[in-house]
């Protein structure tokens, strides 16, 4: 497989990624569990856009001096372009995270371990199937057309379903969990299971944290052939990915009490699924360019926030998206 990554570029991306999850481990334990407020998740926010601007920024400085800037611009354009990709898919990531918050009434002060955890499970994950991904389509350029295919059904099966609330309770591993394990009736902090005369009882977080488990699994098999659609070089595809998850979890808490005004952002979603799906179909056919594709998806997803601010959502905060009653845990057998 063709790559840009060199030794060097590889260490650089390692201890930065390392470097930076350290300090947002630390900073977020020095704090102990405690409600995270909208400045607070404001400025991460911010700063993981940053990081991952900076990087880009040194990563187009490196390949220009190595290769001429011809080459530098294209890296950095296809960097930039499948970074606001995975950051736009993250979005629904966050839709989803919040009904599992709120089906499980999670308190406030949980939902950083919580996210931690799925952020963890998300890089690991993503490095794994995009390394697969890679070494399938160097040897099989057919593969290309297997993802555009599952693109293009994906989205069209999101456009359908747009707008509609999911059954949580009718999820078969939640009803799995419920019916197998034993289960505590209340949360014990930030723990995941307890021992009970002599029980291990697992509480109503572990389920979360599974079903986010869960989350990543079925998002990351959106989200890899997406970017691969932009650029097959492994070292773009994991690194823009990886800079992407990285400030999910301040973007959640951005996010998590505006997300009824973007009610028409999975019909965005969807459109450019649908749209690098297409361009992965005709890649033999039609070569779109880098920019055009960057400006199709800044436009579809800025339209559709800009049309859900415009036209609020008809129903009353709280009557959409993540207003399940909570769960009630109830003990295996």
């Known amino acids: 497989m063709t790559t840009i990554g060199t030794p060097l570029l590889w260490g650089v991306f390692a201890a930065t990624i390392v470097i930076a999850l350290l ?30 601007l900076l ?10 001096d190595q290769a001429g800037a011809a080459e530098g611009q294209r890296v950095a354009l296809e960097f930039l372009t499948g970074y606001l990709v995975e950051k736009s898919l993250a979005v629904d990531n966050i839709f989803v995270f919040l009904m599992l918050f709120t089906y499980f009434a999670v308190p406030e002060e949980q939902r950083q371990k919580v996210l931690v955890i799925g952020v963890l499970g998300a890089i690991v994950l993503r ?15 057919w593969i290309l057309y297997v993802f555009g295919v599952f693109l293009l059904a994906t989205g069209v099966k999101m456009l359908w379903f747009a707008g509609k609330e999911p059954d949580l309770a009718r999820n078969p591993v939640l009803r799995w969990m419920r019916s197998h394990l034993p289960l505590t009736d209340d949360y014990r902090g930030n723990r995941l299971a ?9 509480t109503p977080l572990f389920l979360v944290v599974v079903l986010i488990g869960i989350t990543d ?25 990886v800079f992407a998850v990285l400030g999910l979890r301040a973007m959640f808490f951005l996010l998590a ?22 361009k992965m179909l005709l890649v033999d056919v039609v070569k779109i360019p ?24 008809r129903t009353p905060p709280g009557d959409g ?8 845990p109830r003990s295996g057998h």
């Open 23 to 52: 300090i947002d481990l630390v900073l977020m334990r020095h704090g102990g569990p405690h409600r995270v407020t909208f400045r607070e998740a404001l400025l991460w926010s911010i700063g993981w856009v940053a990081l991952a």
């Open 55 to 64: 990087f880009n920024l040194g990563l187009w400085w490196y390949v220009s």
């Open 127 to 141: 490095a794994l199937m995009i390394f697969a991904g890679a070494v399938l389509l160097a040897k099989f350029h």
């Open 194 to 202: 307890v021992r009970e005369a002599g029980v291990l009882r697992f």
């Open 217 to 241: 699994v079925i998002f990351a098999v959106d989200s890899i052939p997406a970017i691969f659609a932009i650029t097959t070089d492994p070292f773009i595809v994991l690194t823009s990915n």
């Open 257 to 278: 009490g505006m997300a009824d005004r973007f009610h028409l952002l999975p019909y965005g979603l969807a459109l450019v699924l649908m749209f690098i799906g297409s």
């Open 290 to 313: 880098l920019p055009v594709s960057l400006g199709v998806v800044v436009a579809v997803i800025g339209a559709t926030v800009a049309f859900s601010l415009r036209f609020p959502p």
């Open 321 to 328: 998206r993540g207003g399940t009653k909570p769960l009630e």
